[in-house]
């Protein structure tokens, strides 16, 4: 069965960078992209931007570019994803999530890494 | 970008009422490429609907959705005790793929 699994909570300094790694099995990585999406506190869900698996090519939403890095390691079948000049308002949780065979709708989660951005 | 508003915000029903959330989208929505996921609190969303109105593997018949173009509704036909959560609508016709803002569903 598809599993996505990411790494553990982390608490960040203002202006810092983290880094969320999300390791996929049970299919075949190079064939989906893989999604990020947040959700701050009591807030709603934000798309941040896409990679493909296969070629490495990244879509970023605008509110994020300049900002993140999407990457995956083939070798490993993890995604990650990278974000820098951290304020309190990336005080989140960050979801991996992989799109579909034709379509980047989510059938399969992992189970979200909560970022605090606290001094 | 396409903005989609969700409503109500807030739907206050009793199991066994039948549920009805809406969805508009600012443009067309492309193909129809709508999605709607449930989630519950301290877990990821969960896809339900997908394209509009193909359900999503292992969801209950109970849930349905419809519509086209700028409007989509996501049914619940008769609402049971772990129905009661937050529903968010997702389109991914268009880069960059966005959310709605979320309808809860609350016991009354």
Same mark, same amino acid.
Request: with cysteine; net charge neutral.
């Given at each position: 069965?598809v599993?996505?699994v990411?790494s553990? =909570?982390e %608490?960040?300094?203002?202006g810092a960078s983290?880094?969320?790694?999300c390791k996929a099995?049970?299919y #075949?990585f190079t064939?989906?992209?893989?999604?990020? %999406?947040r959700? =701050?506190?009591?807030?709603g869900?934000? +798309?941040m931007?896409?990679? *493909? =698996?296969?070629?490495?090519?990244?879509?970023?939403a605008?509110?994020?570019?300049g900002?993140?890095?999407m990457? #995956?390691?083939? *070798?490993?079948n993890?995604a990650?994803?990278?974000?820098?000049? @951290?304020? *309190?308002?990336?005080? =989140? %949780?960050?979801?991996?999530a992989r799109?579909?065979y034709?379509?980047?709708?989510?059938?399969h +989660?992992g189970?979200g890494? @909560?970022?605090? %951005?606290? *001094? | 970008?396409?903005a989609?508003?969700?409503?109500?915000?807030? /739907?206050s029903l009793s199991?066994?009422?039948?549920?009805?959330?809406?969805?508009?989208?600012s443009?067309?929505?492309y193909?129809?490429?709508?999605?709607?996921?449930?989630?519950?609190?301290?877990?990821?969303?969960?896809l339900?609907?997908?394209?509009a109105?193909?359900?999503?593997i292992?969801i209950?018949?109970r849930?349905s959705g419809?519509?086209s173009?700028t409007?989509f509704?996501?049914?619940i036909?008769r /609402?049971?005790p772990?129905d009661?959560?937050?529903y968010?609508c997702q389109?991914?016709?268009?880069?960059?793929?966005?959310f709605?803002q979320?309808?809860?569903?609350?016991?009354k």
């Amino acid at each position: 069965q598809v599993q996505m699994v990411q790494s553990g =909570a982390e %608490v960040k300094q203002p202006g810092a960078s983290v880094k969320v790694s999300c390791k996929a099995s049970g299919y #075949t990585f190079t064939t989906y992209g893989i999604s990020w %999406v947040r959700q =701050a506190p009591g807030q709603g869900l934000e +798309w941040m931007g896409w990679i *493909s =698996a296969d070629t490495g090519n990244t879509n970023y939403a605008q509110n994020f570019q300049g900002r993140v890095t999407m990457t #995956t390691d083939t *070798s490993t079948n993890t995604a990650y994803m990278e974000l820098r000049s @951290l304020t *309190s308002d990336d005080t =989140a %949780v960050y979801y991996c999530a992989r799109g579909s065979y034709y379509a980047e709708y989510f059938p399969h +989660w992992g189970q979200g890494t @909560l970022v605090t %951005v606290s *001094s | 970008e396409i903005a989609l508003t969700q409503s109500p915000g807030t /739907l206050s029903l009793s199991p066994g009422e039948r549920a009805t959330l809406s969805c508009r989208a600012s443009q067309s929505v492309y193909s129809s490429y709508l999605a709607w996921y449930q989630q519950k609190p301290g877990q990821a969303p969960r896809l339900l609907i997908y394209d509009a109105s193909s359900r999503a593997i292992g969801i209950p018949d109970r849930f349905s959705g419809s519509g086209s173009g700028t409007e989509f509704t996501l049914t619940i036909s008769r /609402l049971e005790p772990e129905d009661f959560a937050v529903y968010y609508c997702q389109q991914y016709g268009s880069s960059p793929w966005t959310f709605g803002q979320g309808t809860k569903v609350e016991i009354k």
